[in-house]
């Protein structure tokens, strides 16, 4: 089957051509015929199916059939929100693409930039907007964008939307849509909540699904090492310097877990960055731009930063940290060897995660995931992990001169000395103490002197409320 099979246009035929891509995958091939219908679809599909054509392609002819040629019609009329930052950019690069010589207007809204140039871009008319549920909010508060001419809705991954708790977003923008539109949902799960939202956002759905994918390409070759946590920085640099001298992914479980590893491996020499939620947008897409380009050799990154995540001929993939959930494995190691090519996965595993390791053996094949020997690594030197701003002030305070003792290079004494002298020991002039403390003192200290006791009588007397008669 060919995309022009599937009702498409010749314009978007040629793009897609010039692009590459001959024939439609599963998910492509069942929707956008339906999409073309301006049927309701609920789509069962993970990462890397080619969903985001499944619906950018027939809604960019479909926008194009009512609005041809029409430069004054600048209300959007397509909104698509998406869970990430990146998957909204990269959502947004594939309307522009495939759309070359229609005509339509794009723009991607989302946080951690300032939102002045996205005012902008609305302000001057757009039809297509890609966004974040919580940036897409802030602008409707501000007055800045209305959804009132929306006809067509996209939300994708909408099961990660959820774990990352945009369901309260999602309930305040969906009343400011009109009622009458196309709607199409996009969901890797369906648990309960999932089911009981497309119930209310769809209309008589055509239900659209693939196969999950329950093992990754036959290309990847997989292999782990037992290694104790510990020791997980001098393997992963001993690799780097001995096997790997490509680019690589490498996933960490949490996001200061990843600072910690680009910060490790920056100050052995090797460059990397870190993508994570708590990276600002510009820190984020100089990192991706700079793996993409290979100036950045090693990019460290969290599962959902991962999401939306494109590299072309990315040969490994290394797992620093196991993921608790066994099909997050297949879509880690699913960004390597795509489209035929070779590509290696290379897991850690340490004692406290040997519990995952055995649900992701169950799940792909014991026998695909081979165990390597562990190298000898007690010799590789491992760079601090600290913060800058904490190393070196770490490494002043090292420095700094015991508070007692004499200064180094003194005149006076053994000039240099650093002997530290305690306050017990130093010697303190005798203050002559008053007679009545003198006393007290002879007795065993066990008396209270009488000035201090009238002295915290008159205190409460002074902040005691007076009596309410």
């Known amino acids: 089957m060919q995309f022009q099979d599937l ?3 010749d314009q978007l035929v040629q793009n897609l051509l010039n692009e590459g891509y001959v024939q439609p995958t599963p998910i492509q091939q069942q929707a956008i015929p339906h999409v073309l219908k301006r049927s309701d679809v609920f789509g069962m599909a993970q990462t890397g199916t080619g969903k985001t054509a499944a619906f950018a392609l027939p809604l960019i002819q479909l926008v194009a059939g009512e609005f041809p040629q029409q430069q004054t019609h600048r209300k959007p009329v397509i909104l698509v929100l998406a869970p990430t930052r990146e998957l909204a950019s990269q959502i947004n690069e594939s309307f522009i693409v495939y759309g070359k010589g229609v005509g339509l207007r794009t723009t991607v809204i989302f946080g951690g930039v300032s939102q002045r140039p996205q005012e902008e871009v609305l302000r001057r008319g757009v039809d297509v907007v890609v966004a974040t549920p919580g940036r897409l909010l802030d602008l409707m508060n501000q007055g800045l964008i209305k959804l009132d001419t929306i006809r067509y809705l996209v939300l994708d991954e909408v099961d990660r939307m959820l774990d990352m708790g945009f369901i309260h977003d999602i309930r305040r923008i969906l009343p400011k849509l009109p009622a009458q539109r196309q709607t199409l949902f996009f969901s890797a799960t369906a648990p309960d909540e999932i ?8 209309r008589n759905p055509v239900q659209v699904r693939v196969a999950a994918v329950s ?4 290309t990847v070759q997989q292999s782990f090492f037992y290694i104790p946590k510990a020791d997980k920085p001098k393997l992963l640099l001993h690799l780097l310097n001995t096997e790997v001298h490509e680019r690589v992914l490498v996933f960490s479980r949490t996001k200061h877990g990843s600072d910690r590893i680009a910060r490790v491996l920056t100050r052995a020499g090797i460059t990397a ?3 994570h939620g708590d990276k600002s947008q510009n820190a984020r897409e100089r990192a991706l731009d ?3 380009k290979s100036t950045v050799r090693v990019l460290v990154a969290t599962d959902i930063a991962a999401r939306g995540i494109d590299i072309d001929e990315l040969t490994y993939v290394l797992n620093y940290d196991l993921p608790e959930v066994a099909e997050t494995y ?3 190691i699913g960004r390597t060897g795509r489209a035929g090519t070779s590509g290696k996965a290379i897991s850690f595993c340490s004692d406290e995660e040997k519990e995952y390791l055995t649900d992701i053996r ?8 081979a165990l390597r020997p562990t190298p000898e690594v007690s010799g590789v030197d491992v760079p601090s992990a600290k913060p800058a701003a904490k190393q070196a002030w770490s490494q002043g305070r090292d420095r700094k001169a015991p508070r007692f003792g004499k200064k180094p290079g003194s005149s006076s004494g053994n000039g240099g000395n650093r002997t530290r002298i305690s306050r017990n020991e ?3 002039p005798q203050v002559k103490q008053p007679q009545a403390q003198q006393a007290s003192a002879q007795n065993g200290g066990n008396k209270s002197q009488p000035g201090k006791k009238r002295n915290r009588s008159r205190n409460r007397n002074k902040f005691r409320k007076p009596a309410v008669v």
Do not use: D, M, Q
């Open 7 to 9: 009702g498409l246009n």
């Open 215 to 218: 093992a990754p390409a036959e």
């Open 426 to 428: 130093a010697t303190v």
């Open 273 to 275: 960055a870190a993508i």
């Open 362 to 369: 169950k799940l792909v094949g014991k026998e695909k995931i």
């Open 330 to 332: 297949i879509h880690r």
């Open 290 to 292: 700079g793996f993409k």
């Open 195 to 202: 089911i009981k939202l497309s119930s209310v956002l769809l």
